[in-house]
């Protein structure tokens, strides 16, 4: 923990740009969370957890194939899985990020951030879609 929080010190006050990636991601993290809890109420029983274009073969004839994709209904607790990655993402890729910094450097760490930026961006974006927002 000591080394994260001279990393962090050191990121502070060198470098702006990687700061405002770190920051984006913690803001973008902290609103999946917090869009997922207040969007999905906990006492309904069935929930959007799933969507697919194509979808999976389920069996059957070769004709179930076609119409297999669309959205798929579950319980609240498929759904914990946004904040939760929310949280992972806002916390644990900022220390992660920072680790990298520390070992690695800048390049490897703005790289680690962009993805993990990408990454909260398309599980955003398929929140979105299953709370019925984007259609």
Do not use: C
């Not at 959007?48 to 179930?64: E, R």
């Not at 900022?94 to 450097?105: D, E, P, S, V």
Request: proline share 1%; net charge positive; glycine share 16%.
């Amino acid at each position: 923990m000591k080394e994260i929080g001279l990393g962090f010190k050191k990121i502070f006050r060198e470098e702006k740009g990687l700061l405002l990636l770190m920051g984006l991601l913690f803001v973008l993290g902290v609103a999946l969370a917090i869009h997922t809890l207040i969007k999905f109420k906990v006492g309904t029983t069935m929930f959007y957890v799933g969507y697919a274009d194509i979808g999976g073969f389920s069996g059957g004839d070769f004709l179930s194939l076609w119409n297999s994709g669309g959205y798929r209904t579950g319980d609240y607790w498929a759904v914990l899985v946004f904040p939760i990655m929310g949280l992972i993402l806002a916390v644990l890729h900022n220390m992660l990020a920072i680790q990298i910094f520390n070992r690695r450097g800048k390049g490897f760490a703005q790289l680690f951030l962009l993805m993990s930026l990408l990454v909260g961006g398309v599980a955003f974006g398929v929140l979105l879609r299953l709370a019925g927002v984007v259609k």
